[in-house]
């Protein structure tokens, strides 16, 4: 790893932090961009370092093999890094204006322009992190992908859902396990609810 890129507290974040630094080992250009996030939103980046370990746990529980996992939490990693363009008013308000919900709309993209050029894979894996949960209807993002991709795309907005709601922000408490488990009924296969919100759980114990 380049010693002169650091992920910043990664260790009071999550466990298992070595783990979640080989996912980043061979990527300096996914380290700097990291880094970058860490200094312009300390609050998403560590949302960014907790998906990366959800989608870790979730993927292993799986079966998938180390490569897959590897990936999956790189896009954990990257998958809201298009918020270092969207502004701390906006990113940090309790109350968004039109015009600023329009700005963080837009996150997604930004992160896949960011990335396409470096991982055109992952940078699809992003792209549509919202998309499940029917709130940013990009559907070109959801056309024509594979099953794999479709499957990394759907873990990634699960992954990213269940940490937000259990998470707190400048806007909002924390939700208990029970709530966010309810909430997510309907939109996501229950039992990947299930295990989702029981690692969150953990990570907070």
């Known amino acids: 790893m380049n010693p002169e890129i650091y992920l910043p507290n990664l260790h009071k974040i999550v466990p298992a932090r070595f783990h979640l630094e080989k996912s980043l080992a061979e990527t300096p250009w996914a380290l700097a961009m990291l880094q970058?996030?860490?200094?312009?939103?300390?609050?998403?980046?560590?949302?960014?370092?907790?998906?990366?370990?959800?989608?870790?746990e979730m993927m292993g529980n799986e079966g998938?093999?180390?490569?897959?996992?590897?990936?999956?939490?790189r896009a954990g990693w990257l998958h809201d890094i298009?918020?270092?363009?969207?502004?701390?008013?906006?990113?940090?308000?309790?109350?968004?204006?039109?015009?600023g919900r329009g700005a963080l709309d837009?996150?997604?993209?930004?992160?896949?322009?960011?990335?396409?050029?470096?991982?055109?894979?992952?940078?699809?894996i992003i792209v549509a992190h919202?998309?499940?949960?029917?709130?940013?209807?990009?559907?070109?993002?959801?056309e024509g992908v594979d099953g794999e991709l479709l499957f990394f795309q759907n873990m990634l907005s699960l992954c990213d859902a269940t940490d937000a709601l259990m998470?707190?922000?400048?806007?909002?408490?924390?939700?208990?396990?029970?709530?966010v488990e309810e909430d997510l009924q309907g939109r996501f296969d229950p039992k990947h609810i299930r295990l989702g919100v029981k690692i969150r759980a953990d990570v907070d114990s």
């Open 106 to 124: 837009e996150h997604p993209r930004f992160g896949f322009e960011m990335v396409q050029k470096y991982d055109e894979e992952i940078a699809r």
């Open 167 to 179: 998470s707190a922000r400048p806007y909002k408490e924390p939700w208990s396990p029970k709530k």
């Open 36 to 56: 970058k996030l860490s200094w312009h939103s300390q609050w998403t980046y560590g949302h960014s370092a907790r998906v990366a370990y959800l989608m870790g």
């Open 130 to 142: 919202h998309e499940p949960l029917k709130r940013y209807p990009r559907n070109q993002t959801r």
């Open 64 to 73: 998938m093999d180390e490569k897959g996992v590897l990936k999956s939490q």
């Open 82 to 99: 298009g918020k270092i363009q969207i502004p701390l008013t906006v990113l940090d308000s309790v109350a968004l204006s039109e015009a």
